[in-house]
Nanobody, 115 residues
Framework: QVQLVESGGGLVQPGGSLRLSCAAS????????MGWYRRAPGKQRELVAR???????DYAVSVKGRFTISRDIDKNMVNLQMNSLKPEDTAVYYC?????????WGQGTQVTVSS
């Protein structure tokens, strides 16, 4: 059974915006950190952004000032608002949830930035 479900990917022009959402199944009892990773063609998977229970965030240098991560703890949900998108943001984006002992991953959603 899928435990992380992502939505919001698609095609957008450079400079445009996109909002990704991820909902974790409630049978995951405790999630400390939720975040987004991406894998671009020919590149390794990299951290895009993450947020912990206290609201502390980390962002990749390449997305600082353009992306914003947010979390609804009660709903086990995390969002990623992506603004000023660039062609180099094109990648498959994966939702991640970390309980402190185990990682969970979503199926991935394609984001394509192209004119």
């Amino acid at each position: 059974q899928v435990q992380l479900v992502e939505s919001g990917g698609g095609l957008v022009q450079p400079g445009g915006s996109l909002r990704l959402s991820c909902a974790a199944s409630r049978n995951i009892l405790s999630i400390n950190v939720m975040g987004w990773y991406r894998r671009a063609p020919g590149k390794q998977r990299e951290l895009v952004a993450r947020i912990n229970l206290g609201g502390s965030t980390d962002y990749a240098v390449s997305v600082k000032g353009r992306f914003t991560i947010s979390r609804d703890i009660d709903k086990n949900m995390v969002n990623l608002q992506m603004n000023s998108l660039k062609p180099e943001d094109t990648a498959v984006y994966y939702c991640n949830a970390f309980t402190g002992t185990r990682d969970y991953w979503g199926q991935g959603t394609q984001v394509t930035v192209s004119s």
